[in-house]
């Protein structure tokens, strides 16, 4: 699926939504956690990476309702 640049007037710059990412931290637990359970863990781990927040900025972590027109960036 080819994703467009959206303005993110946050940023003030264009950028490709993505899902909300994960503090590094964390993946050193779900790391410890799936060995520890023997993999069962890495179920989990994707159970909570699906229900992350969709289409978001990439730095600043500002939600984009896709159903609403959305801002325009600079003219010019």
């Keep these: ?3 467009k640049k959206i303005y993110c007037p946050t940023c003030e710059r ?15 637990l779900w790391v410890f956690f799936i060995i520890l359970t023997a993999g069962i863990g ?21 939600t984009f309702d896709l159903t609403k027109p959305l801002p325009e960036g600079p003219r010019g």
């Excluded at 264009?14 to 050193?28: A, G």
């Excluded at 179920?43 to 990476?49: C, G, P, S």
């Design 42 to 62: 890495y179920i989990f781990y994707l159970i909570i990476r699906k229900h992350q927040k969709k289409n978001t900025c990439p730095h600043c972590e500002r």
């Design 14 to 28: 264009y950028v490709n939504l993505q899902k909300k990412s994960m503090p590094h931290v964390y993946h050193e």
């Design 1 to 3: 699926m080819k994703y």
